[in-house]
Nanobody, 124 residues
Framework: QVQLVESGGGLVQAGASLRLSCAAS????????MAWFRQAPGKEREFVAA????????YYADSVKGRFTISRDNAKNTVYLQMNSLKSEDTAVYYC?????????????????WGQGTQVTVSS
């Protein structure tokens, strides 16, 4: 069984930075893609960023492009999301997701494993 544990969320002011981490564990963990999604109250879960585990290809939602950076450390089985120039509209619960195959990177239904989420609150 694969487990994903997020950390790094918190309350910050607009313009600040945060770095989220997602540590993966499990004997069967051999990801193709890892991603970050977020969900604000009353809204659907939306794609934020994704990274392929082998080729380091990265993908971003237009709303975060240029401000957020996704990266991974294969040796630590960890993926990061560096968030700069945070805005109030970035406030949400951020979820880490992973899957063992290639598919559409922005659809939540294509990911097999999910973390419990970490709250990010940006005050204006």
């Amino acid at each position: 069984q694969v487990q994903l544990v997020e950390s790094g969320g918190g309350l910050v002011q607009a313009g600040a930075s945060l770095r989220l981490s997602c540590a993966a564990s499990g004997r069967s963990f051999s990801p193709n893609t890892m991603a970050w999604f977020r969900q604000a109250p009353g809204k659907e879960r939306e794609f934020v960023a994704a990274i392929t585990w082998s080729g380091s290809s990265t993908y971003y939602a237009d709303s975060v492009k240029g401000r957020f950076t996704i990266s991974r450390d294969n040796a630590k089985n960890t993926v990061y999301l560096q968030m700069n120039s945070l805005k109030s509209e970035d406030t949400a619960v951020y979820y880490c997701a992973a899957r063992n195959y290639a598919d559409s990177y922005f659809r939540p239904s294509t990911y097999s494993y999910w973390g419990q989420g970490t709250q990010v609150t940006v005050s204006s």
